[in-house]
């Protein structure tokens, strides 16, 4: 026991020396190894930062195996004893680790190394926050003797502080080191001073950068620091920090020069420091911070020489200044301010203005002020002031605001100029001018009165420009006086964007003497504009104009405008009554048929007459393909049908389409093709563009119910920045342009303007559900083009479709599926996923009847256990608008976990599929309900047999 004793010491004393821990720890356990009378090894093991998991075993004497098992070992209250006794605070005594329920999970771990039995006790620190666990293992089952116990007690302490002195010093390392990154990320620099035997120095590093000092002056001398300071600043410095130090203060402060020796700079440093003293008050170390402030103090400066020289400047001028605050207040006021008030500049800066001002003019500059104020940019007030004197001048006061840094209203500037003298000249020519007028002729007289009392604005002008003249009328409308317009000194008060009309309208007085009328606006003295019709003449030399103001005309014009687009939708919500009901009309018939002949042929059935059943189904089929054909122009008006769109040679598929057109139109129409040599390549939905085509053909034909002739042009077409900004939806570029001219009767450019508008036809209900000309329109702004129509009436209709360019060749025409009812392969598996019954229980039934092995879900959720099943499948079926899970997301489920998984997709209507070549992917494809069974089965037999491949779970 003494000689494990002495062991400790030299454990502790190489501890306290900083040796590095592990040694200390490897150490410590072959002490206790040594020292045993009975064979053992023993472990030290640290729990992480967590406090989860054991880690950086120590045991130099164990198998390195059995330490790399146990690394990271999660603790708990059954992870055998290291583990147990980490998580419970308390030591855990295995005398057997073969049968002891805590080595369960681990005893294959120890008893190929012949470990037997283990003891753990936590390692941990005054308040009982556990570091790690020691252990010690025993080649044979044994219990802890009571000497035993405790000196595993004395070495788990020893330990602690082990464990406790590292990870402490670390942490003091970290902060030392986090403290001189901040010092040198904010440039400030750290001293601290010993005061307890003179004064006793240590500089950081920043303090050694910002005082220019080599890194070997961190210990400088107190003389050699006040040898730095300014000549002129260091007796007051020196006599400041000696005072603060042997006054009893705590917080020292200084400012101060000095002479940088690194390069010989005039640096202003500030100090901030903190002076611990002991129990009788006597100062034992000082700690602080220098910062260098050099660049605030020259700002400082800066600042206030901008300041003496606004002031020198203000105190010069002449005329009255100030700089007022938003309450009024006043924050500077120049010698001529005070001299006017007659009063000292502390007085100025208090002064209520209002004690000067003349009580007639009193209540308009309250409010004048007040508006001025309120809209925050500069004015101007004119009233009468009591000089010092006592005699009352006319004063023009200007007034310009100002703002802070940060953007926000602080106050006025504002400057006064006496215009007495121009206001008693303005009086004087004003009774001039009245002895003058009761001197001129009667028609003088009258030419005034009408000049003065015209609500028109009235002016006269040189050639050249200048103005000569204006009446009043100018100041009632547009609020300037007349001495501000014959000025010159105001800005032009035309509006930018009628200079060029007005340039225009001079060029043709030049040519007639006299203008034709124009309209243009005019800047109002609040800001606002004004619209302004002229006519203007000439005569002897000069220039004779009359405005009219006409803005509330122009405002009633726009609200006029307001007021028919209101109508306009009004008149869209009757358009659509109305194509509710068509559509109401046509479906109801078309499901009439449907319904009835169904009736008829159940009850046929029902009663064995077979023999006249095949009459009824032609009448059903057809009605159902009706209301097919109404859906899908549904969908193209709405631009919501799924498009596939290729490149297309146009010409060839117009040539395709001339036998159906020509039976179209009949044999009183004639049919004219007009195709351009070497036309482009456009890019559309070729099925898409035969439907818009025969759109086209169908209402021209109605439109010559007397006959006529229709023309279908093709032409390569550039579309410029020009066009572009004219017909709104298209952009610039190239376009295959296809044009359907015909004969007919013509339109009302009424109709023409909501020819291409929803729900709107010229027919009578029952005759059309104005989706004609809507689908075309539809489809060419969801192709990424445009569609235009021109018509006069009795000279035919005009539409023309554009479609963008593909730079490329077309693609070859597919051939038409052909008939047939090939069955399935032995084992064909198609999972069909369908959220409608009826349409399931059909294609169910039909690929079943085809030899199909079927297999069936009512949504993507359902679809989602066969898919994650064994069962082969072939083909994925689905609708793309499913509940919750639409088809889409259902196919790229299945792929992943099926890759190559062929997909087939049926649509009705679904807005993510609208344009197909960006919906479907590599092995997929799309067909559109309603479909014939026969199609269906045929696209279901071309994709499985398109390169056979079953995907099985």
């Not at 556990?130 to 788990?156: C, K, N, Q, S, W």
């Not at 099926?898 to 997909?903: D, E, I, N, Q, S």
């Amino acid at each position: 026991m003494l000689e494990l004793l002495r062991r400790e010491r030299q454990v502790l004393a190489r501890i306290a020396a900083g040796t590095p821990l592990r040694e200390v720890l490897e150490e410590l356990v072959l002490a206790v190894e040594q020292q045993s009378d009975i064979p053992l090894l023993a472990a030290v093991q640290l729990l992480d930062a967590s406090g989860k998991r054991l880690v950086e075993s120590v045991g130099p004497s164990l198998p390195p195996s059995y330490l790399q098992a146990l690394e990271g070992l999660e603790i708990g209250p059954q992870a055998g004893s290291c583990g147990t006794a980490a998580f419970t605070g308390e030591p855990v005594y295995v005398s057997d680790i073969a049968h002891d329920l805590l080595w369960r999970d681990y005893r294959e771990l120890a008893l190929p190394h012949g470990l037997r039995a283990c003891w753990a006790v936590p390692i941990t620190t005054a308040d009982e926050r556990v570091l790690g666990t020691f252990a010690v293992y025993y080649r044979t089952p044994r219990i802890p003797t009571p000497d035993e116990l405790e000196t595993i007690a004395l070495l788990t302490q020893t330990a602690a502080l082990a464990i406790q002195r590292e990870r402490g010093e670390k942490a003091l390392r970290e902060r030392e080191a986090e403290l001189a990154r901040v010092q040198q990320i904010g440039r400030v620099g750290g001293v601290e001073v010993d005061l307890r035997d003179g004064f006793h120095n240590r500089r950081s590093p920043e303090y050694l950068l910002i005082h220019g000092l080599p890194p070997e002056a961190a210990n400088e001398t107190h003389e050699e620091w006040v040898a730095r300071i300014h000549p002129d600043d260091r007796e007051r410095t020196e006599r400041e920090f000696k005072d603060a130090v042997r006054t009893g203060v705590t917080d020292y402060y200084s400012e101060y020069r000095i002479i940088r020796p690194s390069d010989g700079q005039l640096r202003w440093i500030a100090v901030k420091a903190f002076i611990e003293r002991d129990a009788q008050g006597k100062a034992i170390r000082l700690v602080g911070a220098h910062i260098d402030i050099t660049d605030l103090r020259r700002a400082e400066r800066a600042l206030s020489e901008s300041e003496q020289r606004f002031r020198l400047i203000a105190n010069s001028a002449p005329v009255p200044m100030w700089v007022s605050e938003l309450d009024g207040s006043r924050a500077f006021a120049n010698r001529a301010y005070c001299d006017f008030l007659g009063v000292s500049y502390e007085e100025a800066l208090k002064f209520d203005w209002r004690q000067r001002l003349h009580p007639d003019d009193l209540p308009r500059i309250l409010k004048e002020q007040i508006a001025g104020e309120s809209s925050r940019k500069p004015f101007t007030l004119e009233a009468r002031y009591r000089r010092s004197d006592g005699d009352w001048r006319w004063v023009r006061s200007q007034s310009q605001p100002r703002w802070g840094v940060n953007g926000e209203q602080i106050g006025f500037i504002g400057v006064a100029y006496d215009i007495t003298e121009a206001k008693l000249a303005e009086a004087e020519l004003r009774r001039h001018n009245e002895t003058l007028a009761n001197q001129v002729a009667r028609r003088t007289r009258e030419r005034d009165r009408i000049w003065n009392v015209s609500q028109d604005l009235l002016l006269v002008a040189d050639h050249s420009g200048a103005w000569l003249s204006v009446n009043p009328a100018w100041q009632r409308t547009l609020g300037w006086n007349e001495s501000e317009l014959l000025s010159g000194s105001l800005p032009a008060l035309e509006h930018p964007e009628d200079r060029p009309a007005q340039a225009r309208v001079g060029g043709q007085f030049s040519l007639a003497g006299r203008s034709p009328r124009f309209e243009s606006r005019f800047q109002h003295k609040d800001g606002s504009w004004r619209w302004i019709s002229w006519t203007v003449a000439s005569a002897d030399g000069l220039l004779y104009g009359v405005g009219r103001d006409v803005t509330a005309e122009k405002q009633a014009e726009i609200s006029l405008r307001a007021t028919e687009e209101q109508l306009r939708q009004a008149q869209k919500m009757e358009a659509v009554g109305q194509l509710t009901g068509g559509i109401a009309h046509d479906f109801n018939n078309m499901l009439t048929g449907i319904i009835g002949g169904l009736d008829i042929i159940g009850r046929r059935i029902a009663a064995a007459r077979y023999d006249d059943v095949g009459r009824f189904i032609e009448p059903v089929v057809a009605s159902a393909h009706r209301a097919a054909g109404l859906t899908h122009r549904l969908l193209a008006f709405s631009r919501r049908q799924s498009l596939d769109p290729k490149p297309i040679d146009i010409d060839a598929l117009i040539n395709g389409m001339e036998d159906l057109l020509r039976r179209s139109l009949g044999e009183q129409i004639a049919l004219r093709l007009k195709f351009q040599e070497r036309l482009w390549t456009a890019e559309a939905d070729a099925n898409q563009l035969e439907s818009a085509l025969l759109n086209l053909v169908i209402n021209a034909r109605d439109a010559m119910a007397d006959g006529g002739t229709l023309t279908i042009e093709t032409e390569n077409l550039g579309i410029d920045s020009g066009f572009a900004a004219l017909h709104e939806g298209i952009e610039s570029g190239e376009y295959v342009a296809i044009t359907v001219r015909d004969t007919g009767a013509g339109m009302e450019q009424g109709v023409i303007d909501r020819a291409f508008d929803p729900f709107f036809t010229t027919k009578p209900i029952g005759q059309g559900t104005g989706l004609g000309l809507s689908m075309v329109y539809g489809f060419a702004k969801q192709s990424r083009g445009h569609a235009t129509i021109e018509s006069q009436v009795g000279s035919g209709t005009t539409v023309k479709i554009y479609l963008p360019r593909h730079r490329g060749a077309a693609a070859r025409q597919s051939e038409a599926v052909t008939s047939h009812t090939s069955r399935a392969r032995d084992g064909d598996t198609v999972l069909v996923v369908e959220d409608e019954a009826a349409v399931r229980l059909l294609v169910v039934e039909v690929l079943g009847d085809l030899g199909y092995r079927v297999l069936q879900a009512k949504d993507g959720q359902a679809a989602l256990g066969i898919v994650d099943s064994e069962a082969r499948i072939d083909l994925l079926l689905t609708d793309v608008g499913l509940p919750v899970m639409n088809g889409r997301q259902l196919a790229e489920f299945a792929r992943s976990r099926r890759p190559g998984l062929k997909v087939l997709f049926m649509t009705g209507y679904a807005e993510q599929a609208a344009v197909r070549s960006k919906f479907v992917g590599a092995g997929m494809d799309m067909i559109a309900k309603p479909f014939a069974m026969e199609a269906l089965t045929a696209r279901v037999q071309e994709m499985l047999e398109s390169g056979k491949t079953a995907v099985n779970g």
